[in-house]
Nanobody
Framework: QVQLVESGGGLVQSGGSLRLSCAAS????????MGWYRQAPGKQRDLVAA???????NYADSVKGRFTISRDNAKNTVYLQMNSLKPEDTAVYYC???????????????????WGQGTLVTVSS
């Protein structure tokens, strides 16, 4: 009932910048936290950055000072501005939303933990 659509991935040279976007839609009751995770080939999916209402942010040590997460609550959209990109930032980036959604008109809200389909970021050296 809730969909996350990501955009903004692509190929960039080392030192370059990219901006990822993720828009949530559907039967949303409330979203508390939106975040970005990434998964490189052969590795586990790790947190990159997260933002919890109203504006509490959390970053992986490896991206602090280079990446900035922001959120437009009116649009249920989260952004990830990535600067000074490095080859080791290459991965599939996934958007995540946690909160509550409305399963139907006859039920109360349920816990939401939704994922986007992923967008590939490739940083060339």
């Amino acid at each position: 009932q809730v969909q996350l659509v990501e955009s903004g991935g692509g190929l960039v040279q080392s030192g370059g910048s990219l901006r990822l976007s993720c828009a949530a839609s559907g039967s949303i009751f409330s979203i508390y936290t939106m975040g970005w995770y990434r998964q490189a080939p052969g590795k586990q999916r790790d947190l990159v950055a997260a933002i919890t209402s109203p504006d509490t942010t959390n970053y992986a040590d490896s991206v602090k000072g280079r990446f900035t997460i922001s959120r437009d609550n009116a649009k249920n959209t989260v952004y990830l501005q990535m600067n000074s990109l490095k080859p080791e930032d290459t991965a599939v980036y996934y958007c995540n939303a946690r909160g509550e959604y409305n399963p139907s008109d006859y039920e109360g809200p349920r816990a939401l933990d939704a994922w986007g389909q992923g967008t590939l970021v490739t940083v060339s050296s």
